[in-house]
């Protein structure tokens, strides 16, 4: 259980319908998806090439996993499903959302009555091995944040004020005075889900203008031990986070120099500085290259999920519209480079293993202490 092993971040792609609108002014569709696993950008058929002229009309790209008309159950049982083991075993894992607002990010994440998202199907999926297995005693934390203006909300309390990352020289970086519900059950998850997402700075009026540029982090803590020997020693602990990112509308990335801001536009800071931390960390070229992780609330959350001791998954978000062709572009440009992240993933018991082995440490000196007074 603690050995090692290594992996690469899986990066999947979604491409959601033509909506109504799109439909209605007769924009088309041009991704074509060949074996879930090769993406053609046909430009063949496309009248309007004002903004193309220089580029070829057919664009292919490799991903480890790709969705076309596929419902949420689908994307989750060939990517997060996989998760949820080593989640329950005391391994990090991580799930981001990312795209251009409008490309199906949020319904990938939370969905619809009729198609529930991964943040739904993941925690149905936990209590259910949960409830079969036999030998383990489970508890599960969950807490839900969100992160504006690099500012960080509590979701599932009414009118949090704001929150501070610290630095914990245990647990790493956490979110001071966090709400941690205890939760038993799929429907208490969703509950305090949807009382979340009414809390989002996305509800507010101008919706469009802000639920652009938040970021929604669910993370679930679980913690196991042995329902027969049911020492401390015993103690599992893996998070599992899944992160609804703001709009990626306002980077860019090119293909040599990496992501650049553009000079007077309002960046979200938070997924530049992800942007860049996924580049640096990307970046087969250099060893030892600086990852920014203090570069923003986001990353500094999440550098042992991204840096770490972690499983990853990135689901990348596109429209299949030929009117979003650069968007398109950018997205696969940028999902990309994150496939070339690497880890290096271990249960998290030995840490706790060897905390407590620092704890007796200094327990038996301050008892020699007292002895010798
Ligand atoms: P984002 O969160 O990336 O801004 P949304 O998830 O809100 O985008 O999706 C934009 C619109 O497209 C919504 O009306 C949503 O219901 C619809 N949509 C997105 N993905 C799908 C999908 N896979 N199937 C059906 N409708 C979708
Ligand atoms: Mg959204």
Redesign the pocket.
């Known amino acids: 259980m603690t050995e090692i092993e290594a992996s690469n971040m899986l990066v999947a792609i979604?491409v959601?319908?033509l909506?109504q609108k799109e439909t209605s002014v007769n924009d088309k569709d041009i991704i074509r998806v060949e074996d879930h696993l090769l993406i053609v950008l046909d430009m063949n058929d496309f009248e309007d090439r004002k903004n193309i002229l220089h580029r070829s009309r057919e664009q292919r790209y490799v991903f480890d996993r790709i969705f076309k008309d596929?419902a949420?159950e689908e994307v989750f049982q060939s990517t997060v499903q996989d998760l949820i083991h080593p989640a329950l075993s005391g391994i990090n894992a991580c799930v981001f959302?990312y795209?251009?607002?409008?490309?199906?990010?949020?319904?990938?994440m939370i969905g619809?009555n009729d198609?529930p998202g991964i943040a739904v199907l993941t925690i149905r999926e936990m209590f259910k091995q949960i409830e079969s297995d036999t030998d383990k005693i489970y508890e599960i934390k969950i807490s839900y944040v969100e992160i504006y203006n690099e500012a960080i909300r509590d979701l599932l309390i009414p009118n949090s004020g704001y929150l501070d990352l610290r630095d914990d020289p245990i647990r790493g970086v956490v979110i001071a005075g966090v709400s941690e519900f205890s939760v038993e059950s799929t429907d208490q998850v969703m509950s305090l889900i949807t009382a979340g997402n009414k809390r989002r700075t996305t509800e507010a009026t101008n919706a469009n203008q802000t639920?652009?540029r938040s970021h929604a982090v669910f993370q679930a803590m679980i913690s196991q031990r042995d329902r027969v020997t049911d020492t401390v020693l015993d103690v599992f602990q893996g998070k599992l986070s899944l992160i609804?990112l703001a709009?990626s509308e306002r980077g860019t990335v090119t293909e040599n120099r990496g992501l650049r801001l553009l000079e007077g536009s309002k960046i979200n800071r938070s997924l530049l500085a992800l942007a860049n931390c996924i580049n640096a960390l990307g970046d087969k070229t250099k060893k030892g290259v600086f990852v920014p992780y203090r570069d923003s609330k986001l990353t500094r959350m999440l550098k042992d999920s991204l840096g770490g001791n972690c499983k990853t998954i990135m689901i990348s978000?596109i429209s299949p519209a030929a009117s979003q062709f650069e968007e398109i572009v950018n997205t696969l440009k940028y999902a990309s480079r994150a496939k070339n992240i690497k880890y290096k993933v271990q249960a998290n018991k030995k840490l706790v293993a060897l905390h407590i082995t620092e704890y007796k440490n200094i327990i038996s000196d301050l008892r020699s202490e007292i002895e010798s007074l």
């Open positions: 979604r959601r319908p909506s596929a949420n959302a795209g251009p607002t409008g490309s199906g990010k949020t319904y990938t619809t198609d639920s652009s609804d709009g978000n």
